[in-house]
């Protein structure tokens, strides 16, 4: 049996997450495998339905969830659902900025030039992914450096090593959320408190909502050449699995990362180690 000490490096049990975009695919999962853990979760979605049937699904697996509509890119908003939080659970403890996405308007196709991407499609995969990281950071953040503790974590991407073709909006994005989140680790360790935290995961490729005809074909069920190229790219020869996330997402969150800061760690299955050759 584990020790009281490794019990408490890795206990969860009593914490207050806030997770926006929570209702998507990884998310979701993660939500449900925190509340197994003991986090009381506030499951924060721009479609407020979904937030709720996902704080359903944490409550059928023992766990505690409310389900708050929330537009990130909005701080009313924001600052609604975090009065909401506050006022179900009188405090919060973590922050998981899940929100996020990319466009067919902002990436570059057979059909549409990288010429032609309208400025305001870019706008918009900017706004959801930096913004949509950035303004909650502000909102609940604050509230950390009132009781100088506390975490973010935000969400990075493969893209944010490498570009990859096509989704030119979505890599310059997802490179700048990595850069924010080393810049706001540094920021509230020095202004606020060295015990608040700000790292980031940077998953590989997941089938979800948005990819998944992009990589398997959706008639016949193989890969399509863009899914084929990403997988000889992928040591272990596989998509990830939501399950893949939850280890590194609960070491990150626990007492056992309280010496780490400003990291973006890859669950990538090594695609971001691997030189093609």
Not at 16 to 31: D, K, M
């Amino acid at each position: 049996m584990a020790s009281d000490r490794l019990r408490e490096l890795f206990g969860l049990d009593g914490k207050v997450a806030v997770v926006t975009g929570a209702a998507g695919v990884l998310y979701s999962a993660i939500s449900k495998a925190l509340g197994e853990l003991g986090v009381k979760l506030a499951i924060l979605d721009i479609r407020e339905d979904a937030a709720k049937a996902v704080a359903t699904e944490v409550a059928q697996v023992g766990g505690e969830a409310i389900g708050v509509a929330c537009d990130v890119l909005e701080r009313e908003s924001v600052e609604a659902a975090r009065e909401a939080v506050l006022a179900r659970f009188g405090k919060i403890d973590i922050l998981i900025n899940g929100a996020g996405g990319n466009s067919p308007k902002a990436t570059a196709t057979d059909q549409l030039s990288f010429f032609d991407i309208p400025p305001d499609a870019i706008r918009w995969v900017f706004e959801l992914n930096c913004l949509g990281s950035l303004v909650p950071s502000q909102i609940f953040g604050k509230h950390f450096a009132e009781r100088k503790e506390g975490i973010i974590l935000n969400t990075s991407s493969m893209n944010a090593f490498r570009p990859l073709t096509r989704i030119v909006a979505y890599s310059a994005a997802k490179a700048a959320v990595s850069n924010f989140t080393q810049w706001l680790a540094v920021h509230m360790a020095r202004n606020y408190s060295p015990n608040i935290r700000v790292n980031a995961i940077a998953p590989g490729f997941f089938l979800g909502e948005q990819n998944r005809f992009l990589l398997v074909d959706e008639k016949t069920g193989d890969l399509t050449p863009r899914g084929k190229t990403i997988i000889e790219h992928t040591p272990m020869g596989r998509f990830g699995v939501p399950d893949d996330l939850i280890g590194t997402v609960a070491w990150l969150l626990s007492p056992a990362s309280r010496f780490v800061t400003g990291i973006v760690v890859p669950i990538d299955g090594g695609f971001s180690a691997f030189s093609g050759v």
